[in-house]
């Protein structure tokens, strides 16, 4: 099955949407592509439905050393303008 042009555009901001970081006319325009095109509709339900489950699992602390480790690769990948605005 090959996703359309359109569907395409719409996919690629899904996550945004279910995240609450779009402005309001961009979530008009996905909302009116959901109520037309099932497959996506699919899609979007599917993702919702899997980001549910993740935040309702309990977060787990991971150790300092590990934390330490994964701020340091993050840092050697990020600019550092990029690595100060996460705090890294």
């Not at 359109?6 to 325009?29: N, V």
Request: proline share 3%; with cysteine; net charge negative.
């Amino acid at each position: 099955m090959t996703m359309r042009e359109e569907c395409k555009e719409y996919f690629e901001k899904i996550s945004e949407y279910l995240d609450g970081e779009l402005d309001s006319e961009t979530c008009e325009k996905i909302e009116c592509h959901l109520r037309e095109c099932p497959e996506c509709l699919h899609c979007f339900e599917s993702l919702k439905r899997t980001a549910e489950i993740c935040r309702s699992l309990p977060r787990e602390k991971i150790p300092e050393d590990v934390e330490q480790r994964l701020k340091d690769k993050l840092k050697g990948f990020l600019s550092k303008d990029a690595a100060k605005s996460f705090d890294l």
